[in-house]
T-cell receptor, first 112, second 113 residues
Framework: DTEVTQTPKHLVMGMTNKKSLKCEQH?????MYWYKQKAKKPPELMFV???????INESVPSRFSPECPNSSLLNLHLHALQPEDSALYLC???????????FGQGTRLTVV | QKEVEQDPGPLSVPEGAIVSLNCTYS??????FMWYRQYSRKGPELLMY????GNKEDGRFTAQVDKSSKYISLFIRDSQPSDSATYLC?????????????FGKGTLLTVNP
């Protein structure tokens, strides 16, 4: 089973709202990732957690706040987003560094 | 020069054709090479993962890595309409953070019945 599950699949939020994206994997992977993908572009790395600790933050604005409650779960808390933050948000996981990364189906976020 | 170059296409082929998708890269330190398939509005699906130079085959898919030329390829034999998708190459292991994947822009493939 190489499944990464993301919820919700779709989300519409206002610029003053607070919402959270959730990601879960049960492959025993020790690294989890958040990516952002705009239309017709490749995914862009936002955050990496390794062994539940934040390993990489690609200079992401503070209105995006990641959280890793345990080795199977990854959240992305959203607050005061802008319309230009509308995108497909992808979660991924891998056994470790430089190993295969498996992606979830994404959350399609629209900020109005 | 971008780190990873990939022709965005679009590429249109008839059903049953052999498809060749390619990426070139500039950073000779990359060690790990991946191909992902992404259907419209879905997450990328890992197709092939290879380490260093060589070939790897899985069903109708063959991945080739030529590190001396900094060139990777994905071949799809007996292509099917269900193969219509965007194909993304990705690579990592450049001695910096091995967690970070560097993607090509993706090639949009259409297989016509």
């Amino acid at each position: 089973d190489t499944e990464v599950t993301q919820t919700p699949k779709h989300l519409v939020m206002g610029m003053t709202n607070k919402k959270s994206l959730k990601c879960e994997q049960h492959m025993g992977h020790r690294a989890m990732y958040w990516y952002k993908q705009k239309a017709k572009k490749p995914p862009e790395l936002m955050f990496v957690y390794s062994y539940e600790k934040l390993s990489i933050n690609e200079s992401v604005p503070s209105r995006f706040s990641p959280e890793c409650p345990n080795s199977s779960l990854l959240n992305l808390h959203l607050h005061a987003l802008q319309p230009e933050d509308s995108a497909l948000y992808l979660c991924a996981s891998s056994q470790g560094d430089a190993s295969e990364a498996f992606f979830g189906q994404g959350t399609r976020l629209t900020v109005v | 020069q971008k780190e990873v170059e990939q022709d965005p296409g679009p590429l249109s082929v008839p059903e049953g054709a052999i498809v060749s998708l390619n990426c070139t890269y500039s950073n000779s330190a990359f060690q790990y090479f991946m191909w992902y398939r992404q259907y419209s509005r879905k997450g990328p699906e890992l197709l092939m993962y290879t380490y260093s130079s060589g070939n790897k085959e899985d069903g109708r898919f063959t991945a080739q890595v030529d590190k001396s030329s900094k060139y990777i390829s994905l071949f799809i034999r007996d292509s099917q309409p269900s193969d219509s998708a965007t194909y993304l190459c990705a690579m990592s292991g450049d001695g910096g953070s091995n967690y970070k994947l560097t993607f090509g822009k993706g090639t949009l493939l259409t297989v016509n019945p």
